[in-house]
């Protein structure tokens, strides 16, 4: 019988995902997306139509309120929810999936909007729910969170019998020709980027600890294939949270993401003035958030996709012993920014996220990736993932590094 798929959010990532479901809709079946603003969705479904040939449907909602949710769950019969709207909209989702009984992916952790902090724990305290409605949530399946978490399953089972560090290299080489936008959500990217580092590693006794750095403290120069060297900056990043709990061995874990000195200095300038707060601030007898003020400045993420040129590589190096001997290697994929503008009117960084959001839908749907409760990515098989990521546009290699 033919699915039928919800997919919640219509910016930048949602675009990608609904484009990709589209070209894959003997799996996704009937499609609909839906968001805050309907005329966004309309807009996705009508370049959809014109460049696939396939007609998705579309609906409003706020995915802040649950009942909200769960009536359009009700209405669409759907078989799957894509959540690609905001972090802060998880758990709401995951709420409307539990009574729903509906299957739930998403691909960033739960944050609270007035709180820069991101972690699990909320979204786990769910599995028993889940468990009790039979169904699978699947967190995280975007690139990173998502591809990178899969990458380190795929080295622990084919190539180490035991995983000592592995560090996680995000580089974004795209020019966009504006002085200053991000690449995804500007308020969810900037709280990330501007809050203090964190990377996890074991003491002399093996106990787990995360040590705190300043924001953009460390720094190393990576070398990244058919990019070249580039600075990147240690990051608190979340899929480390369950890294470090489901790779068995692990010893230390760290987290880096390349910036230009154009974006450091305007981020740094922002937050002297006071242009990253998120507390409420009264301004000529309104109250505004300084940093959904500056979202609302900065160009819309969707809006880089037609200017963008360069490439991303985002990959893990993971050293360890196999066979009783050291080894590290490092898995990594490259994209070009106008490729996929050219495939689906949407610059790498959503392209990145989306793909891998569908992949995690596609195995879902087909039964291949099953289970009651909530996942993270490197708990599954990464064999049919990794296959499939080589087929839908994300194409990965792997170099084996001198130790
Ligand atoms: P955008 O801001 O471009 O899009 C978010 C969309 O969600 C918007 O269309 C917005 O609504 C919609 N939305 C927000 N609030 C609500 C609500 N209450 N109800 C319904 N819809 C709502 O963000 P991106 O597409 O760049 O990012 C989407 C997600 O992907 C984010 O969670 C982000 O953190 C995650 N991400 C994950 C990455 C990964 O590799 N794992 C990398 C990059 C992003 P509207 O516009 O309709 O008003």
Known sequence: MSKKTLIIGAGGVGNVVAFKCAMNNDTFGTITLASRTLSKCDEIAKNIKNKVGITIQTAQVDADDTANVIRLIEQTQADIVINVAL???DLTIMDACIATKTPYLDT??????????FEYKEQWAKDNAFKEAGIMGLLGSGFDPGATNVFCAYAAKHYFDEIHTIDILDCNAGDHGYPFATNFNPEINLREVSAKGRYWQKDENGEGQWIETEPMEIMQVWDYPEVGPKDSYLLYHEEMESLVKHIKGLKRIRFFMTFG????????????V?????KEVEHKGMKIVPIEFLSTLLPDPASLGPRTKGKTNIGIVAEGIKDGKK?????????DHEECYAEVMSQG???TTGVPAMIGAKLMLQGI???????NMEQLDPDPFMEEMNTQGLPWN???MEI
């Open 349 to 351: 960084v959503s392209y």
């Open 108 to 117: 960033a952790n739960y944050e609270h909007p007035d709180t820069a902090k």
């Open 369 to 375: 990736w099953s289970g009651a409760g909530v996942w």
């Open 274 to 278: 006071g242009m990253l707060g998120i």
């Open 87 to 89: 972090p802060y909209q």
């Open 261 to 272: 000195q154009s974006y450091l200095m305007h981020m740094k300038c922002l937050e002297n």
């Open 398 to 400: 792997i170099k084996e």
């Open 327 to 335: 080894r590290k290697i490092y898995i990594y994929q490259v994209k």
